[in-house]
């Protein structure tokens, strides 16, 4: 091997200092030029959407090139081929937002109420000497190119804060109307006219089966039919109503009762406020056991037919209220079947009543109306001469003054009072003059509960001879009262006075009934009452005492 001497320069030390130094300038490029090329932004397939601000992405983590090697940097041959820098503090999200599209954003006015409501917050937190006013729209360079975050669908609607603004509900969400009287009957539509059938049918037990002085206890089974029907008419009005009762003995005294009626209205509303009423009746029933006439060894009471029929005109001028009426009614006693067998009739009593009536008032206020009103009549036995040979037909003069009310359903109806005189064609029987009363008012002092009073006064005929007959005093006090939605409870107490004409005779009877109703559903219930009665005169053999309990179903529809 040869020896270098010092200070000389061989072949080996040039070759070799030569190629140590090639090496690392080749390793240093190498190095370099996948950082370089990344820095640059060299143009590939992914290039432009990275241009067009489609991708964002954090800076290239490669070491940088080592400082003692100067690199020179890459500059593109036009203007925007490379993306501009990337801020490192930028969120790494492929849902992130261009770089101008805030500025787009920003120049899009506020849509929604909280929009509205930060833009009106910066505005007060700018300085006093800033302006309000938006930035100016963007240029062509600042259009934004990429997908831009949108808002809502109602975005573009001013909603205003209120009741309005608020959603409403789908329709199956709403509540259901309630129904404010669950078990009323619902009827049964026939042409125009709405009917509502019903049926008791029940047991009863009675301590005196005809309320008589010597009557007995007795069951019974006691069955109650009743139909209304109303018309639905725009202008006029039509109802009927109608009933069936039947009562037999099941043990006990015999009792074989029937009783029944019809009886229907018709108001017909002519025009210039004028209308027209027609009323039409018919009822039969046993002849009561207060009747003033006492037919004395009979077997049954006798059966009272009872025909009746009215018609009248009224007509409203200004405030005042004006009426014409005129009526007939039939009366018609069947004949009484006496304890032996024979049978005593009873046409000398048969009798028909026509009279007229003549009615004014003025309307003081909608809720009140003073009425005045005379009565005119005339009645004839079918009947000349009595058993006893005297002659009852008579004329009749009345005259009477009341009040009609009208508040609603809290209160309503009328109350008068007046005085009644018959003379009879035979001057042997004295001249009846007594006073009147007249009562129908209702009164609901809270929901659910029906105050109701009613009154009035007859005039009833004898056969007795010399006896010119009776004046009767009927009253009637009634509470009903809804305790449940399911439940109704009654209370009702009546009295009744008769004065007998021409002595100082006279027959008072007292009478007080309680009783429930619960419904199982709107078409049917249970039923119950209890009723006491006395009867009292200063008769002989008259007074009786009579109590009652009743347990049945109702059904109606």
Known sequence: MAQIKPGQKGLWGNVGLRSLLATASIATLLCTMPLHAQEAGLRGPGDDANAAGLLTRRPPTQPQPSPQVPV?????????????????????????????????????????????????????????????????????????????????????TSVDNGPDSERQRAIEGRDLLIDANPFEPTGIRVGSFVLRPSLVQGLGATTNADSSPDGKSAVLSDTALRLNAASDWETHSANIDAYGIVRKSISGQEVDDLAGGINGRLQLDLADDLRAIARLGYDFRPESAFSPVVIVGTVERPTLHILNGALGMEKDVGKFRFGVTGEATKETYGDAQLSDGAMLSQKDRNSTLYSGRLRAGYQISPALTPFGEVQFGRRIYDLRLDTAGFERSSNEIGARAGVELDMGEKFGGEVSAGWISENFDDERLKTISEPTIAADLRWSPMRGT??????????EGSTTPGESGSVLYAGRLSVERELRSNLTGLAAVGVGWRDYAGSSDHDLTLTAEAGLTWWLNRYAGLTGRLRHETFTSTLPNRDSTTNSVFLGMRIQR
């Open 72 to 156: 020179a940097e890459y500059q593109p041959a036009s203007p925007g081929a490379l993306a501009d820098p990337i801020d490192p503090a930028a969120e790494d999200s492929l849902f992130s937002e261009p770089p101008n599209a805030d500025s787009a954003a920003s120049n899009r006015p506020p849509t929604t109420a909280r929009q509205r409501t930060e833009e009106a917050r910066r505005q007060r937190a700018a300085p006093a000497g800033a302006s309000s006013t938006r930035a100016a729209p963007a240029t062509q360079d600042d259009i934004t190119t990429a997908t831009v975050r949108q808002g809502t669908v109602d975005s573009e």
């Open 450 to 459: 029906t105050v109701g009073l009613n009154g009035a006064t007859f005039v």
